[in-house]
């Protein structure tokens, strides 16, 4: 296809600079491309259509990723707001607040960034490069973080334009174009794919697959869910990944198994869909399988690992804690581990799966729980995914000591696997509860042992 | 289809007025709405997925005319910026001028109203509502002007949603949706569509209609334009709009006449499409028919009768001006009027359009050119038509003094149409001549008599 | 777009005859055509693709009324059976009847046409100008009734390719293409369709549409079925024709009524699709509304006033059954009509409707009754619509003297309509006593009366 | 979903021996399927719709591998033509030859088989069931050639049904469903596909695929044909089929090379496509690519080993052909055979690939060409590729020896492919004159070296 006249004719102005354009010479220089975007910015990107925001596009697409940087410090220093405007907008409030000053003051703190980003959207392909743009920006974001303003700025857009009623949920199997499998392959993080036989099993009736896509990024899920219909709620990964295993007739499932949700788009963290897509998905499997009385996870436990190894000053399992926690399982351990001092001994262990999975899956079980409920992040949980599931509405049904004894799953939890539970009818009292007190639900069965677990913590 | 349950689910909470839900019942009162919006910008919002959401949009639907004032009100004075948050930002603003203290200010004075659209869009129909919730602002707005408020908020949002990048240009055709169809007979407003033969001529292979649309709003056209593919510029309307006409084959047209453009949801008002319809539609047109040499218009002139007939203070048409302007045909006016002033004379024809057309076309095409060069509103030109087309970068080819006999269209501008033409390579150029200088561009034909003209009235 | 080269190439060989083809100049003779169409019963048919397929298909086109009755003939005349060949392979055959000699015999009967006709399918649009042939060739068997070898040759073919199971069942709405519903306008005979509002309160919630669509003429319905959803069945037209009926909820739906059938195609005439769409219809229905108990007719009785009217010597009615009939009701038509013959009175009375409604409603459900049930064409009913559900397996429900006012019914059924039922579980046993017995399957409260007429008839 | 009441109905009749269709249980005898078949056949099929077809194709889909023969037995014994209503036609033709005892013959010799079959694809899922049903009957044909008569319907009706006006051609790429994909890993035969990720870059941008489709059979392809658009005429597998070749812009090729092509469906054995596949993927790709000037194929040559090796009394190449062949490499092959007659010697060495890729390249050539040119079978070419491309008016291009050096191809012609190229203003010529003389068309440069081949042959 010739390129449209529109496009054509940029290069029909030579006294602007746009020889930048030329892509397949040398790359634009910082200061090419800030020219350039201003030009965008100005009334002549408009005479131009979108002829412009696809030269930014195309620039974008193939810049280095050495001159990201300069392109970001760019957008930071030459396009935030005006601080002369913006103070004189301050005083105007300052003297006469009210609804005129207000309007002033809201938009002389707008940054030109925001209109310019929505101008680099006319193009096509525009909203995959901000999201792109956007990546780049978080990766830089650690040593540079000035450049939150930025972030600010594009999260706010992202907040519009990926608002959940714009998005589409698709039920993603077999039939989906094989660009779309592969992206399932390349973007499952808990429990890798391998090769496009487990893929298929994944995608047989009694497993499925649902995605949010944006209608601007059709090649593109936001995230997706995967789920299995069961017979009762799985306490181990073998029986959710079997690749041979039979397959069930869904109108026989009484459960549906949550068992893996994954973000696809590093650009747009902090956009969250998955409680929208948890949601749907319940909605929808109940209404197409009446049959089904369990919507629950199979859900890793990413921070246990790491919290139980800690023997920093502030590390939660103090020695005291562990004793006292350890108890009732003294002899064994001393036994196992050949040490006298069973915290010291457990230690010891945790590079043996074997013995721990053999001898202490109960301790296991009791550890994991202390550290679901009492180890904290400010006055919260401490485990970003109980974290997520519970701010939902969910309640943790149950601790699976030997869920998953993949070597990653060791390192990341001890092969602990946990199952939390949506209740439709107490969903939205367990968000309130969790959000205003901070504390977990839990299943009638682990209530007990919860309590008497929080007091041995206390004293430890 | 049964409710979902998470819908039901709302029912199942007792002690939080939720009754006011019961729509078939009396319709809630202002305060019960406002608890509603309040509560979907709570947690509980986000815990219930998009029930709450689907629930705002349910009442809002069924809302009658009369208590959309209270709940706009209710927007602006309950859901705006805190005013104690807001001066704290701005004295902290004012004593520390940074990146730290500008993020707060900008987050100080974003209205929950944003967020609270945002939430109404969750639901199915969201986006549509919110697009009728504006209608109802914008109707309300003369009377109630503090409104604007409010309406700020929603015109950042669609400036925000309704990006043309998310936007789908369709052509629509015979084969079309009725149901799209008749939205066009509705929303047609330049030249109405007299019945579905009428309709069906301007879908024939020689005329084309596109439109843009927008994906949450399937079956809502948000603007088109009717373009016919004929040779030569027409220079009145029964060759545009002639259903017996014989039907031209498209590769022996020269010139494609947008003949009409119709904004169809009011509630996107200063959200402007038109100006990327067109572009885009001649970039496709030029594509797919390269034998076309010119893409104009055949406009209306929609101020002209309104401007000429004044005779306030402020009129521009002085009786100085209108006899400048009228020199060369003092006698036929004479002649005709029996009036000796040729102003008064003039006055007195203006009721009588077959003697006007017959005698004093060229008078009327005088005083067309003189109303849209020169006759201007601010900086810039007072004709509305003429500055979309203006500022998109066209220039002003040729006055048709007997454009359209139509009565509506005497009223409007005695009959009088305009063709502007873009000329591709020249688009920018006049875009930014005529923003800088406030000049229209004119046809060479054009030129020389505007001249005149000018001097006339600068004179008178 | 440009013609594709295997077009072009035609005309690159000029030695045999192909210059017919430019149809812009003067036709083809029948005598090129035929050549053409041996060219494509040849390998070199086979060498173009389909090239010279596209070529006939142009020409069929283009072909003027005066040309179609040389062009059938040619197909009768030379593209049938070679008769030596026939004549061999009936010897063959009866020498030493077998597989094999009933193999070479079956060869030797199939045309050299139904060949013909698979290859003018290799073009676009083939098979809808072949559905046109046929058209032709109908129209002309009255005239040439040896073409229906011909026509057999079509017929089996058409059998073949337009099996229940390639056809598609449609939902038709006010969603369907303007193109579609335009063509539901122009076929629908039964109860006409005035404009388009008619035809939008037709696809409303509580009417449905469905029709059958093949894959290679996707733009043309092959039959469709108009249904009404009501409560109860209705014994007037104006409760199924009122525009401006208030909307039910199809959930309250207790009936789903056909009340229009229409085939399409006068080209696929004797190619039954009718039985096959109500009863996926029927099924469809039923799933999507359980509430639905009865699925009846609201159908015509196009025979009845010919026949009654009916005066010659083989008159169903004679004036001794008539009177017979009437017995009843003797002394109402002496009174209305002023003969003392009732007989004479009725035929005296067939051109006042308003009398005949007022006075005589009864007297018409017995006549129809008779005529529905008595006169016989062969060894079953002589009523075509009749014919048609009683072979479906319906039943007759109920005769409604006053069904339809509209001048069109009383000339055609003196304003009277039926209803057929279609009770699931009686389909089968229904169809097959009809078939046997050759008897109407009539409702209770008919079978009485019927029961009377029946010996009325005989004795008459 | 439910069983619909048409087909939950055809249990309720209980005296027609139905039970069989209680599949659970016991398969249902040939007996009982042919009085199945039968009642299809009947007016009881008319009657309920698609019911009765749906269990027979339920039973065809469950059916095991032993009851098959049975079945087609019957369909043989019991559903071909009644011999005495055939042997009377018989005689009324020969009585009377005419139009009416013609089509009373007609009728007579069609089988009722047919209507069956027909009727069995009213049934979803039927047209793929019918095609099963042709792959068992072509199985078994061998072994029961009296089973032709029923093959001979199912061509009859295949013939009509998947004629190519019905076939729609998909390009297929890595937006297809994973689904197709997959079968074109199945059923890929020339250049087997190893793994998704080899198929990934035969879908590249300059790499094409191409299908028929028959709409009732929308996961199934028919043929597909796999295209490289390059520079040039590849002469070796390698440029073809290499993963990692580096991937050309489309517009810069100036060959497509379809490389392999595919029949699917062994049930539609002798339903040709390829032919119109071929020009139809050419016509497109001239259309979209004009750069393209040669089209041209990368072919096997199946039966050269098979041949060469042949040592049989009809041997194609005698001992006395071989050794006036090889005249001019005599000495080579005596020097790397080590045997004194060169037939011998090359004999000897059939199984050295090394050796003869290193030295007698040459000689492989001379003898491919004297086996594709010379080699016959009946009045044409031997070589079933040959014969195909040859028939579509392809000339025979070149002889590449060292084409492709897997094992399976040395196996097959000892690594040897060749080209055969499409001239568009050939294509008929060559047609036509292979089909009249069978004499294989060859390209300038082949031709010379032809001519002393076949005299060689014949003195041979």
């Known amino acids: 296809m010739n390129r449209p006249w529109w496009n054509r004719m940029i290069h029909s102005v030579a006294d602007k600079g746009r020889d930048l354009l030329n892509i397949n010479g040398s790359a634009p220089s910082s200061k090419e491309l800030r020219q350039l975007c201003e030009e965008l910015l100005t009334g002549a990107g408009e005479a131009r259509g979108t002829a412009l925001a696809r030269e930014v596009v195309r620039v974008l697409e193939s810049m280095h990723g050495n001159a990201w940087p300069g392109f970001l410090e760019m ?208 909605t929808d499997l109940k209404q197409e399988l009446p049959g089904l009385k369990n919507f629950a996870t199979f859900s890793p436990v990413p921070g246990f690992a790491e919290t139980l190894r800690r023997t920093d000053d502030k590390a939660p399992f103090t020695p005291e804690r562990l004793r006292a926690l350890l108890a009732d399982h003294e002899d064994t351990i001393r036994e196992v581990s050949g040490k006298k001092d069973p915290a010291e001994g457990l230690r010891a262990l945790l590079d043996k799966p074997e013995v721990v999975r053999t001898h202490l899956a109960d301790v296991l079980e009791t550890l994991a729980l202390a550290y679901l409920t009492l180890v904290r992040r400010g006055k919260t949980v401490f485990d970003p995914v109980a974290l997520f599931h519970l701010s939902n509405g969910a309640h943790l049904e149950r601790i699976n000591p030997l869920g998953d004894c993949s070597k990653e799953r060791w390192d990341a939890s001890f092969g602990v696997m946990v199952n939390y539970v949506y209740e439709v009818d107490n969903v939205e009292r367990n968000h309130e509860k969790f959000v205003d007190s901070g504390k977990v639900n839990l299943s009638k069965q682990l209530q007990k042992k919860s309590k008497a677990i929080r007091e041995v913590w206390k004293g430890g």
Request: proline content about 6%; aromatic content about 8%.
């Open 75 to 282: 957008l930071h220093e030459h396009m935030g707001p005006n601080p002369k405007r913006v103070m004189e907008a301050v005083e105007a409030y300052r003297k006469e607040p009210g609804p005129e000053t207000l309007i002033q003051l809201t938009r002389s703190v707008e940054s030109p960034r925001q209109e310019l980003f929505r101008r680099i959207n006319l193009s096509p392909n525009g909203t995959l490069q901000l999201v792109r743009l956007r990546e780049h920006l978080l990766r830089t974001l650690k040593d540079r973080p000035h450049l939150k303003s930025v972030d600010a700025d594009l999260q706010h857009l992202f907040r519009a334009w990926f608002n959940r009623g714009f998005l589409e949920l698709k039920h993603i199997d077999w039939s989906s174009p094989a660009l779309i499998l592969e992206k399932l392959v390349n973007y499952e993080s808990v429990h890798a794919i391998h090769g496009w036989r487990d893929l298929r099993r994944r995608l047989e009736r009694d497993r499925r697959c649902y995605a949010f896509f944006h209608p601007a990024l059709p090649d593109e899920p936001l995230i997706f869910v995967e789920v299995a219909l069961m017979r009762g709620i799985p306490d181990n990964a073998g029986l959710l990944l079997n690749r041979k295993a039979e397959i069930l007739d869904p109108e026989q499932a009484d459960s549906a198994i949550f068992y893996s949700i994954n973000n696809c788009q590093f650009g747009l963290r902090g956009i969250s869909f998955g409680n929208f897509l948890i949601k749907q998905v319940t």
